[in-house]
């Protein structure tokens, strides 16, 4: 985190309204196009021929007779793609290993997983693709396979990778295992502190892998010219990073991939990998014809990326006063098929939002046949915070405190160190704590198996790297080009501020999302980034425009540039020259575009290190049936800090979609397999995410604590929201019935369990 | 085995298609009629992206085959506004933010113009049970409900 910078205090317009969104009008006439609603003339369909066990060696695949189908056009294997080297690149938090990823696109010696990818077959027809999938043959070695993450740690596991030793150990253990990298993170001494503790509590948890469940299934199209020249349509968070990845897979240069971003249907941290394009864009290249690729829901499911299920202990000693003294974890994190969990972020966030002198961090990424993880908004943070906030709530409960007076007593502030190394920069959480004590719900009466629970949560928040162009057309309307995916309103939030920082009406502004050769580089849209640092972009490049028009409005004067001020949209004499014309609008100088200089455009690019972190604070209160199991939420209250709140609108409707994802993640959503490792509820039915019945309106506390490292106060907000809410409800039903839950998700199944243990 | 020859009302226009027996009447409308402001989600009749209705009404399309449209009225998210101008429920889901990513807003659109068809004056708990078909997983449903109420609203008063 760099040194806060300070902007002056602005008196905003047209921030903190929440005007109607720039792209709306399509997605509610139907007329946007998401990945699948795209056609090109002559296009081919792909389909993927997948993996029907759990883990096995391919001992021979056969696929002459799928070639020689009419109306196939490409078949293709792993030996199709380059191999690549075998190297962690980039920053280790979220490090990619090209090695890996070829592998999950195309199985090669071994298929890890149920539904792991082999074939992909381009044909005239589905039906044809379909039958070309059948006329493949594999000959498998069906291998044991382990799921459960303990298990998999377990020295007689079967292994995916039988020469995998574990990172981060020194010196290298002599035998392989499934544990691809140990972490630890240390503060203080945590010995000291639990002796001088006056009670201890340990407890250990586990969580289920849950998928993000976006509702638009991945899907692309590609076309290659014969010159080698591809172009491809995806629904993705980040259509550079797709750029990028098909890019190394297939050895093409970068510039010879134009990747455009299609409307994108949900992702949550889901579409920032890639399955489908690199085999859309290589059969493409393979048949010479455009080809269009879609999963099924049943794909989604089996072959893209839950988060990471886990299984934890926390132990944290504290003072009768309620100071902690001591707090240790244990972070077992399943990456699934090919290393790479969230579990660093565990062990970052879990004890992140508290000043504990003595703490310690372990993480262990595991893999188990299961698809590779993958981001889930604020990913990993989540399931730490389920064991640290529900192991709090037992503290709070063992010396008699009230849980959010215990985290008002222990709440980290600027200043304090957080466990891996930096101290905290930012202010924001002690204000969400305060926002729920002072609500009037929190102390309202409870009835009959009725319980009410509260919970915390932390998340970094993204910077990095954007870009854009915001050109001023003739009549005075501004268009403002990003390479930012708007998933959730990041359009409209990003033309307030160019609005604001032109002085324009906001209806003045277009933005647009411009395709990978049309913009400066630009990260994906995650880590609640893209507000924050695309955001910043823009307003650089308005500061750009805004010196132009200054300039182009001195040469209309004849007076010097510095002479010139901009304000409220207007460039006005200033200086010596105070009062000397009248001021001219960003209109009436862009109708003089060609006399005064030509087009007036600026481009703007950061790789911004100052994001400031999220905090939210929920309860809720919920009622459990003891007959069913079944746990009926009454009320549902969130704080979240968000910095400004650029268009409130749609940073509530954040809240309420973290919230409620969450809600699932606690009380339904899980993967759950059979004996042989088959995921046996890979549909919407069996995979049971939150209906608009099963919840009430959730009300959102939005707190502003501005982040001095932006001019508008915005700090990320998409992600702190999912991080409470499966603690809280664990809280919130021991309340209800006198039973802790330590095992998601809390379904009825398992409530009725604990209601009837003794 | 030869293509069936369908006849049906669109969105009030008369419309022939050609599909095969197997084809869904989502198939239909997106890769015969190139209307794909109705989504897939599922292919399962669990999450109600790809709602239509169907003689007025409200079915899951990848639940029927397109052959099955034979003499039927079919409305779809295409139909809804007339020509520019938006319906209630579509203006009201702009005004709401009630759509993030918005890919099940046209089922949730169509799906909640049926409800307000049958019931006018929907309480909250019916919007939430009648909406209960169709998964949204932005929003938390909150605005999507809200807007849906102040629709039923603007409806009546008109």
């Not at chain 1, 006056?198 to 250990?204: G, K, N, Y």
């Not at chain 1, 970068?254 to 399955?275: N, S």
């Not at chain 1, 009959?448 to 910077?463: E, L, P, T």
């Not at chain 2, 099940?104 to 909250?124: F, Q, R, V, Y």
Request: net charge neutral.
């Amino acid at each position: 985190m760099d040194t806060p910078t300070s902007y002056p205090e602005k008196k905003l317009k047209v921030i903190g309204t929440s005007p109607v969104r720039p792209d709306g009008v399509p997605k509610v006439t139907g007329l946007a196009q998401y990945g699948a609603d795209f056609n090109l003339p002559g296009m081919l369909w792909g389909k993927v021929l997948r993996s029907p066990h759990a883990h096995a060696r391919i001992r021979s695949l056969n696929t002459k007779n799928a070639e020689a189908l009419p109306g196939v056009k490409a078949v293709l294997t792993a030996a199709d793609l380059p191999e690549q080297k075998f190297a962690y690149v980039g920053p280790e938090r979220i490090a990619v290993n090209y090695w890996h990823m070829t592998r999950n696109i195309l199985a090669r010696e071994k298929v890890l997983y149920e539904g792991h990818a082999i074939v992909a077959v381009a044909a005239t027809s589905q039906k044809i693709a379909d039958e070309a999938l059948k006329l493949i043959e594999v000959e498998y070695e069906v291998l044991p396979h382990v799921i459960d993450v303990d298990a998999a740690m377990a020295s007689d596991a079967p292994l995916l990778f039988e020469d995998m030793i574990t990172r981060g150990i020194e010196p290298p253990p002599a035998k392989a295992s499934n544990i691809s990298k140990r972490i630890e993170y240390k503060l203080g001494d945590i010995d000291a502190g639990f002796a001088a503790a006056d009670e201890i509590v340990e407890m250990s948890f586990k969580t289920a892998p849950v998928h993000q469940g976006y509702i638009e299934p991945h899907a692309c199209i590609a076309r290659t010219d014969s010159d080698g020249q591809s172009e491809l349509w995806v629904s993705t968070q980040g259509h550079f990073v797709v750029r990028t990845f098909v890019a190394k897979l297939l050895n093409m240069k970068t510039g010879d991939l134009r990747v455009h971003a299609a409307e994108i249907g949900g992702a949550f941290g889901g579409k920032t990998v890639v399955y489908l394009e690199p085999l859309a864009v290589a059969l493409s290249r393979k048949s010479g014809h455009p080809v269009k690729m879609t999963m099924t829901r049943e794909e989604v499911f089996k072959g893209s990326g839950p988060t990471s299920g886990a299984s934890m202990t926390i132990k944290i000693g504290v003072k009768k006063d309620g100071k902690i003294v001591a707090a240790d974890a244990l972070f077992k994190y399943q990456a699934g098929a090919f290393p790479g969990s969230p579990v660093m972020n565990g062990c970052m966030c879990g004890f992140a939002p508290y000043d504990i002198a003595n703490m310690r961090t372990i993480g262990y990424d595991v893999v188990c046949n299961r698809p590779k993880a993958v981001a889930y908004r604020a990913p990993g943070s989540p399931i730490s915070a389920f064991a640290v906030e529900s192991t709090l709530d037992a503290v709070a409960k063992k010396i008699g405190m009230d849980p959010l007076q215990l985290r008002l007593k222990n709440t980290a502030k600027i200043g304090t160190p957080l466990i891996w190394g930096p101290k905290h920069t930012h202010a924001g959480f002690a204000e969400t704590l305060q926002a729920l004590a002072k609500h009037p719900g929190y102390n309202a009466p409870l009835g009959k198996n009725q319980g009410r629970g509260m919970a915390s949560g932390y998340w970094f928040n993204g910077g990095g790297e954007s870009s854009a162009t915001v050109s001023i057309n003739e009549d005075g309307t501004a268009v403002v080009a990003t390479g930012s995916p708007d998933i959730g309103g990041s359009r409209a939030s990003t033309a307030l501020m160019a609005a604001e920082a032109l002085g324009i009406d906001y209806d003045r502004v277009r933005p647009i999302i411009a395709d990978t050769n049309s913009v400066g580089y630009t990260q994906g849209t995650g880590g609640s980034r893209v507000t924050y640092a695309t955001g910043k972009a823009v307003i650089n490049a308005c500061n750009k425009v805004i010196a132009e028009l200054c300039a182009r409005a001195a040469k209309i004067w004849k007076i010097e540039v510095e002479d010139v001020i901009w304000e409220d949209g207007h460039a006005r004499p200033a200086g010596k020259k105070a009062g000397a014309f009248e001021p001219l609008s960003l209109k009436a100088i862009a109708a003089q575009r060609s006399a005064t200089g030509g087009p007036v455009t600026a481009s703007a690019a950061v790789n911004d290190g100052g994001p400031a972190p999220g905090f939210s604070t929920q309860f809720c209160d919920v009622e459990v049936d003891p007959e069913t199991g079944a746990v009926k939420i009454l009320r549902w209250v969130a704080a979240q800090d968000v910095g400004r709140a650029v268009h409130p609108a749609y940073v509530e409707g954040q809240i309420h979609g973290g919230v409620t994802q969450g809600i699932g993640w606690a009380l339904n959503e899980e993967y759950i397999y059979d004996k042989d490792g088959h995921l046996i509820n890979a549909g919407f039915l069996d995979y049971r995410m939150p209906v608009c019945s099963d919840l009430p309106m959730i009300e959102t506390l939005i707190v502003e604590i501005p982040n001095p490292n932006h001019p508008y106060g915005v700090k990320g907000m998409a992600e702190a929201n999912i991080v409470p809410p499966m603690a809280a409800l664990a809280n919130a039903i021991h309340n209800a019935v006198g039973k802790r839950l330590t095992d998601l998700p809390m379904s009825p199944p398992k409530v009725l369990a604990a209601l009837s243990a003794r | 085995m030869a293509k069936h020859h369908v006849t049906t009302t669109l969105n009030g226009n008369p419309v022939e298609f050609l599909c095969e027996t197997q084809q869904t009447l989502l198939d239909v409308l997106r890769d015969e009629l190139h209307l794909t402001g109705t989504k897939e989600g599922c292919a399962s009749g669990d999450c109600g992206a790809c709602s239509v209705t169907v003689n007025g009404r409200l079915v899951c399309s990848c639940l029927m085959l397109g052959v099955e449209a034979e003499g039927k009225k079919i409305e779809t998210i295409e139909g809804m506004a007339n020509g520019a101008q938006l319906h209630v429920l579509q203006q009201k889901f702009l005004e709401h933010a009630a759509l993030q990513c918005g890919i099940c807003t046209p089922g949730m659109l169509i799906a909640a113009k049926a409800l307000l068809e049958c019931n006018p004056d929907p309480s909250e708990t019916e919007v939430r049970y009648w909406l209960a078909g169709n998964l949204c997983r932005c929003t938390g449903y909150n605005k999507i409900v809200e807007a849906v109420l102040a629709a039923a609203v603007e409806m009546r008063r008109t």
